[in-house]
């Protein structure tokens, strides 16, 4: 049997994966910093129709997922960025995708707040 080699090209745009860090000062609020983590081409994906429903009963309304090459230190609760629109990142799963030849993360969003 034949299999076709397909190629990963993530040619959607690019994700801006940034990480909070809340900065106190004594006597002062506290101000928060942004940390850039990663900045990655990414595949859009289709959002499932079970994966929607699913984060619906638990409050979560996921707008968008992406599929990123794979990438240390992407974790849940990330601010993301594409183009000028603000996410969270709700779930990150590990993808092994042998017909592809690498190993990816697909990353549910969720709009920020």
Do not use: W
């Not at 506290?30 to 009963?57: C, M, N, S």
């Not at 190993?103 to 969003?109: G, I, Q, T």
Request: aromatic share 6%; hydrophobic share 35%.
């Amino acid at each position: 049997m034949l299999t076709r080699n397909r190629v990963q090209r993530f040619t959607d745009g690019v994700a801006v994966f940034s990480s909070e860090t809340q900065i106190e000062d004594p006597g002062e609020a506290p101000d928060v910093q942004l940390a850039e983590i990663a900045r990655l081409k990414f595949e859009d994906r289709t959002v499932g129709e079970r994966r929607y429903y699913d984060a619906k009963q638990t409050g979560t309304e996921i707008v968008r997922m992406i599929r990123i090459p794979q990438c240390p230190g992407i974790e849940r609760e990330m601010r993301v960025t594409i183009d000028s629109d603000e996410y969270l990142v709700e779930q990150v799963q590990y993808v092994s995708d042998p017909p592809i030849g690498a190993n990816v993360l697909d990353v549910s969003l969720k709009r920020r707040e």
